[in-house]
């Protein structure tokens, strides 16, 4: 009998034993859009029907386990509260300056208003189809910034970081707003059925906050927001960009259904860390092996994070990143097809 790609993504972050291993892209919004020549803004044009089309006609081609929508749009949420964005043509929006100035600003701020923003809710619709099309046999998922990140781009980076040391209630409070802020996003990817969601938070990596500052102002928000998300019934993928070798511990507790990592982060290493405790994800490196490399570099990679997991029931393998819209197709086929044949013993 075969096994769905759906089950196999349940199974994994359940522990149980796989007859596969599993492997999915993280992300892929932008990559899947350009290649139908669409950037992030034009692609919300189109509608909400053609906008699943197109993701689940490209996962025909690239059969990834999960197949995530609304992923490059993380700062609509922002725009959505009156922030101010700037799309590019390749690439996720840039925020163009703080949405909160003063902390005294989040009073006026309603994180619940993002649900009436039109662009969000063609995000939201295409996903319905999405899983109305797919669902039964594919994991659909959306991802979001994380609290520490959101924080950073609704307050400032410099702002954030300099209160850490200076006012911590102030950090605490913005952080509260974002956490707020992430869970309204997603709710409304909940209520259209997603079963996975992914807190992406680059800005809480050990290239940027030390172990003690992610347990005091990071980690909290992230359990938080997965309490609340894992009620829901929904799986809950975190991903932190960079070295986080010295805080896999803290994350093995996070509650998370797995954690993604970067190619930074040894997965031998993180196979012993998350050993008997939860599924993990990662790494191939997402420009020099998977945009950079040709198919036979790609299949290499993915045998060596295959081996270094220790092809155990716990793994998947996972660009360790969101991938660049240049990434050629062969390569994403090359990883999925060397990862589905290797039979895990």
């Known amino acids: ?98 949405l909160i100035k003063n902390v005294s600003d989040i009073e006026t701020l309603n994180p619940s208003n993002i649900k009436e923003d039109e662009n969000l809710k063609v995000l939201w619709q295409a996903s319905s189809y999405l899983v109305n099309n797919i669902g039964q046999e594919t994991l659909v998922g959306s991802s979001q910034w994380g609290p520490f990140t959101l924080a950073g781009l609704l307050y400032g980076v410099e702002n954030l970081m300099r209160n850490i040391y200076k006012d911590k209630q102030v950090v605490h409070a913005v952080l509260e707003f974002a956490t707020e802020v992430c869970y309204q996003y997603f709710e409304s990817f909940i209520d259209a059925g997603v079963g996975i969601l992914s807190i992406a938070d680059p800005s809480a990596s050990g290239d940027m906050i030390s172990k003690s500052q992610f347990n005091e102002f990071s980690l909290p928000y992230i359990k938080k927001l997965i309490n609340r998300i894992k009620e829901r019934g929904v799986l809950v993928c975190v991903h932190i960009c960079g070295n986080i070798t010295n805080r896999l511990d803290l994350l093995a507790e996070s509650g998370a259904s797995f954690i993604s990592l970067d190619y930074k982060v040894d997965l031998s290493v993180a196979a012993e860390v998350f050993k008997d405790k939860m599924a993990f994800s990662g790494n191939m490196n997402p420009v020099s092996i998977m945009q950079f490399s040709d198919t036979k570099g790609v299949k290499n990679a993915c045998i060596d994070c295959i081996e270094k997991s220790g092809a155990k029931s716990n793994y998947i393998v996972m660009p360790g990143c969101d991938i660049p819209p240049a990434v050629p197709v062969e390569n994403i086929i090359a990883m999925v097809e060397t990862a589905r044949n290797h039979i895990n013993n």
Request: charged share 25%.
């Open 1 to 98: 009998m075969t096994i769905s790609s759906k089950q196999i993504i349940l199974d994994v972050v359940n522990l149980k034993e796989t007859p596969r291993t599993p492997v999915a892209l993280l992300s892929g919004g932008a990559w899947t859009l350009n290649r139908k020549g669409l950037t992030l803004e034009n692609a919300l044009k189109i509608g909400p029907e053609k906008f699943a089309e197109i993701i689940e006609e490209t996962n025909k081609i690239v059969q990834s386990d999960i197949v995530w929508i609304g992923s490059g749009y993380h700062n609509l949420a922002i725009a959505a509260l009156g922030g101010k964005i700037k799309y590019r043509e390749k690439g996720t929006p840039d925020i163009l300056e703080s």
